[in-house]
């Protein structure tokens, strides 16, 4: 396993389109995380899976966003109708139990 | 909410100094982890720190958790040009999902 996965690195879309990105986590990780990173800031909390149970969303996760684990394995993310304010890093991070977090590189969003 | 505070939040220095990078919190946390992030890449950790009072090193990094698990220190010794990157901090307090994340200190290690 070489370690958390997300597709596609960068995503180029028009305002008012909808988006959705993949993450494929560490094999038999348990937690799943999805993070927003906008220039010069840390990553900000969006939402965390354990297994296939989104169990905490963040308030930044408006109603346009929604993310899903069907199996407990990949995630994805959509974003429906897209603002230039949504254009940020997204990044996804796994864990198993209460081990270590490893990170994706992360898919860059630009909405013009 | 639990927040970290990174300082300073820009630092360059010449190649071979030392420098310290500062995490504090008003809130305990039960763990702390640094990472390391280049641009456009995801963040990539470097140590977790769990016990208060608790010192890691990785070759020429030191890192430290406060007594009371609120604060963090990360120090490099003698820095290299590829130690340049955003350095972050992240905090899991007890009984919650979430890593909060300080804002980062940019480091820059001119040759």
């Known amino acids: 396993d070489t370690g958390v996965s997300q597709d596609p690195r960068h995503k180029i879309t028009k305002r008012g389109q909808n988006v959705t990105f993949r993450c494929d986590p560490i094999?038999?990780?348990?937690?799943l995380y999805w993070y927003r990173q906008t220039l010069g800031q840390g990553p900000e909390f969006l939402t965390y899976?354990?297994?296939?149970?989104?169990?905490?969303k963040s308030r930044l996760l408006s109603d346009r966003f929604s993310a899903e684990r069907p199996k407990g394995s990949f995630s994805t993310l959509e974003i429906q109708r897209t603002e230039q304010g949504d254009s940020a890093m997204y990044l996804c991070?796994?864990?198993?139990?209460?081990?270590?977090?490893?990170f994706g590189q992360g898919t860059r969003l630009t909405v013009v | 909410t639990q927040l970290l505070e990174q300082s300073p939040q820009f630092l360059s220095i010449q190649e071979g100094e030392n420098l310290t990078v500062y995490c504090n919190s008003s809130?305990?946390?039960?763990?702390l982890q640094w990472y390391r992030q280049e641009p456009g890449e995801g963040p990539v950790l470097l140590v977790t720190?769990?016990?208060?009072?608790e010192v890691k090193k990785l070759k020429r990094l030191t890192f430290q958790f406060g007594d009371a698990r609120k604060d963090s220190s990360l120090h490099i010794t003698a820095a290299q040009p590829g130690d340049t990157g955003l350095y972050l901090c992240?905090?899991?307090?007890?009984?919650?999902?979430?890593?909060?994340f300080g804002k980062g200190t940019k480091l820059s290690v001119i040759p």
């Open positions: 899976f354990q297994n296939e149970a989104q169990l905490e």
């Open positions: 991070a796994s864990r198993w139990g209460d081990t270590e977090a490893f």
């Open positions: 094999s038999e990780h348990n937690r």
């Open positions: 809130s305990v946390f039960s763990s």
């Open positions: 720190v769990v016990t208060g009072g």
């Open positions: 992240a905090g899991r307090g007890a009984g919650s999902y979430q890593l909060t």
